[in-house]
């Protein structure tokens, strides 16, 4: 079972920047398409963006154009570069495989705080 370890959450302003890392055990990382979820207080987790194993990335709307996903595959870490933050992107900040959290609910990392405020 891979185990998913979230990092690099904190407290910015409004229009930082912040940098997450997801470290994946598990030896075939590298064929995965893996995902960053976040869940807000009072709401449901949601998918933000995904990475497929050959790297072609996607985003929901409200991110596009201020996050990037990627991924360092001899590491097993997937990245999320956050710029232009916004109070509505404060959350805890997740990192799964979508297929499983699809077919199984997934077994999720302890996340990462992320908190936009002045």
């Known amino acids: 079972q891979v185990q998913l370890v979230e990092s690099g959450g904190g407290l910015v302003q409004p229009g930082g920047s912040l940098r997450l890392s997801c470290l994946a055990s598990?030896?075939?990382?590298?064929?995965?398409?893996m995902g960053w979820y976040r869940q807000a207080p009072g709401k449901q987790r949601e998918l933000v963006a995904t990475?497929?194993?050959?790297?072609?990335?996607n985003y929901t709307n409200s991110v596009k154009g201020r996050f990037t996903i990627s991924r360092d595959n001899a590491k097993k870490t997937v990245y999320l570069q956050m710029n232009s933050l916004k109070p509505e992107d404060t959350a805890v900040y997740y990192c799964?495989?979508?297929?499983?959290?699809?077919?199984?609910?997934?077994?999720w990392g302890q996340g990462t705080q992320v908190v936009v405020s002045s």
């Open positions: 598990g030896s075939i990382f590298s064929f995965y398409t």
């Open positions: 990475i497929t194993s050959d790297g072609s990335t």
């Open positions: 799964n495989n979508p297929a499983v959290v699809r077919r199984t609910g997934g077994s």
